[in-house]
């Protein structure tokens, strides 16, 4: 019995392989350049990408429980359905994916609404699956944190609704013990959904004022312009993909990113222990 890992040389994927090497499971890890991974001993490293057909024939051949995760690309939507009719015809019946809170909610946002039609697959080709749909990764941070520890200001446009910021450790430990659960199952489960969020609800306020805290200097939440916020995500990274997080961040203004009532409970006892939190975060950051 194995469980594949996809995205394992990312962060996530690479602690969901470690969490399940620790707990004694048989791994497989497909990366694209097998010279680049930096597995624990016994993970199996086979070479293989989305849009090469034959290479996830071969990936898939023997594999019991999938972990589906797909990088933010132009063609994501294209790789996981690939992805999910070769598990399909390889007779993988135990799968975990890693969607997105709100999927169905921030409609016009282009990695949503990928990620929800890649639900809506699983669910009308009546495929055995955890859905996971994280909220906004507490990680992303890191890419302004030039911003706020050299200007003084959290740029992120987060809006006064609030969002349920979770770490990418408890994303990974969570998604590693569902494909455990999954694996370890007499039976191929029903289709399930987790909405994986942090213990607080945070405001850009809020988080303007944790890191005052943190830093013990005034840091102020200037992140209510999209456009600006879009103008600087393209000096690092694709027009498409810059616009794409400028539709995610007005989506964030307007309605946030909030958890369903049980939510926080149900983690942490799934857990078995309390979710990190953004101050944490940021002390440790800091």
């Known amino acids: 019995m194995t469980i594949l890992v996809t995205g394992a040389t990312g962060n996530i994927g690479g602690q969901v392989i470690q969490h399940l090497v620790n707990r004694g499971a048989d791994v497989r890890a497909l990366v694209r350049d097998p010279s680049k991974a930096d597995f624990p001993a016994g993970v199996a490293v086979v070479k293989g990408d989305f849009l090469d057909v034959d290479s996830l024939r071969t990936a898939f051949d023997g594999v019991s429980t999938l972990f589906l995760l797909n990088a933010v690309v132009s063609d994501e939507f294209t790789q996981a359905l690939i992805a999910l009719n070769v598990a399909r015809a390889a007779g993988i019946e135990r799968i975990v994916y890693l969607s997105v809170i709100h999927s169905d909610i921030y409609v016009n946002v282009p990695h949503f609404a990928g990620k929800f039609g890649v639900e809506r697959m699983i669910e009308q080709m009546g495929m055995h699956a955890t859905i996971l749909r994280p909220a906004y990764f507490i990680q992303n941070d890191l890419m302004v944190k030039e911003a706020?520890?050299?200007?003084?200001?959290?740029?992120?446009?987060?809006?006064?609704?609030?969002?349920?910021?979770?770490?990418?450790?408890?994303?990974?430990?969570?998604?590693?013990?569902?494909?455990?659960?999954?694996?370890?199952?007499?039976?191929?489960?029903?289709?399930?959904?987790?909405?994986?969020?942090?213990?607080?609800?945070?405001?850009?306020?809020?988080?303007?004022?944790?890191?005052?805290?943190?830093?013990?200097?005034?840091?102020?939440?200037?992140?209510?312009?999209?456009?600006?916020?879009?103008?600087?995500?393209?000096?690092?990274?694709?027009p498409w993909m810059a616009y794409d997080m400028r539709m995610m961040g007005e989506r964030f203004l307007t309605e946030g990113m909030l958890p369903e009532a049980g939510d926080v409970e149900r983690l942490t006892a799934l857990l078995d222990r309390p979710l990190r939190s953004y101050r944490n975060f940021a002390s440790a950051s800091a």
């Open 148 to 238: 706020i520890t050299g200007y003084g200001v959290y740029p992120m446009p987060i809006g006064n609704n609030g969002l349920a910021m979770i770490d990418v450790r408890d994303i990974a430990e969570i998604a590693a013990l569902e494909l455990l659960r999954r694996e370890q199952a007499a039976h191929a489960l029903p289709i399930t959904r987790i909405n994986l969020v942090g213990p607080d609800t945070l405001t850009g306020t809020a988080i303007a004022a944790i890191w005052s805290d943190v830093l013990a200097r005034q840091i102020n939440y200037g992140g209510g312009d999209t456009a600006a916020f879009e103008r600087n995500l393209k000096q690092f990274m694709p």
